[in-house]
């Protein structure tokens, strides 16, 4: 029987960002940026419809880790992939972008109003 490969589970912010970046990172996004994050932004967006609690992909085939989103870093992905594309001139991602940024932040605050709902004496 064949055992099955494990993986670690990384922050995604260490491979993602561009600003401050190492030369490597720099050099991967530059490479294959455009392609991540036209295939993460989406993943993000039906996640966020579907209340998903995080979302875990594999970024690169020979990379012995997967990269984590929780669901809080939502709005972090979003505001970074709303740069990528802002600097790649893509706008109607931009413009997909803020309509998850807005519908993510409404569902924060009736999140939070929620939580605020109790029983007072």
């Known amino acids: 029987m064949q055992k099955g490969k494990s993986f670690n589970t990384l922050s995604w912010k260490r491979y993602l960002i561009y600003e401050g970046a190492s030369p490597r990172v720099k050099k991967f996004l530059n490479s294959r940026g455009d392609s991540i994050f036209k295939q993460i932004t989406p993943e993000i967006f039906k996640a966020i419809d579907l209340d998903w609690p995080n979302v875990v992909f594999m970024a690169h085939p020979h ?35 803020v309509k998850y940024e807005t519908k993510l932040n409404h569902n924060t605050l009736k999140d939070k109003s929620k939580s605020k709902k109790g029983i007072f004496i």
């Open 63 to 97: 990379m012995n880790a997967l990269l984590s989103i929780p669901k809080k870093q939502y709005q972090d992905f979003l505001s970074e992939s709303k740069k990528w594309f802002t600097n790649t001139e893509n706008y109607e991602m931009c413009s997909k972008i």
